[in-house]
């Protein structure tokens, strides 16, 4: 299960609105734990070379940038988000080939410059399939662990 605060989502559907037709990424920051939470997103750049409206690709060394960024602030990255424009809320393909499953992943389907659905996926290594992860949406901010201490560098 994902808990992720409204705020966030609110957050993902306007990025979604604004980047239509093309798919919008970016990040979601809060905490591990026996439940995840999510309390921020935050937009990264679609850097894919070709095919905006089908697919995303997240430039490595700003992914490694937020991470060190949440850290220092005492969150984690948590998982990555992106929109399908005109598709539902279902990891394609090209998503099954580049996943990890370490992150959850947050889709948004978006028609028309309005989101329709909203749905969260985890990769099963041993499958080579994304499963559906139970979202559970919250106004208070998503904390499953005790606060731990920003980490130095």
């Known amino acids: 299960m994902i808990e992720i605060r409204e705020a966030a989502i609110k957050f993902i559907e306007d990025h979604a609105r604004d980047a239509f037709p ?3 990424c970016g990040f979601l920051l809060g905490h ?3 439940r995840k939470g999510v ?3 935050h937009r990264a750049k679609n850097v894919a070379p070709e095919d905006r409206a089908h697919r995303y690709v997240i430039d490595p060394l700003e992914l490694l940038r937020v991470d060190d960024e949440a850290r220092t602030t005492g969150l984690d990255l948590v998982g990555i988000y992106h929109s399908h424009p005109d598709h539902p809320a279902v990891p394609s393909e090209f998503d099954r080939s580049r996943a990890t499953p370490w992150y959850s992943y947050l889709i948004v389907s978006i028609v028309e410059r309005e989101p329709r659905e909203i749905a969260a996926w985890r990769f099963d290594e041993s499958k080579k399939r994304f499963e ?3 979202l559970l949406r919250s106004h208070e901010a998503a904390d499953s662990r005790k606060p731990r201490k920003p980490s130095k560098h």
């Open 22 to 24: 093309e798919e919008c």
């Open 32 to 34: 591990l734990g026996e």
């Open 39 to 41: 309390n921020e997103a």
């Open 132 to 134: 559906r992860e139970e």
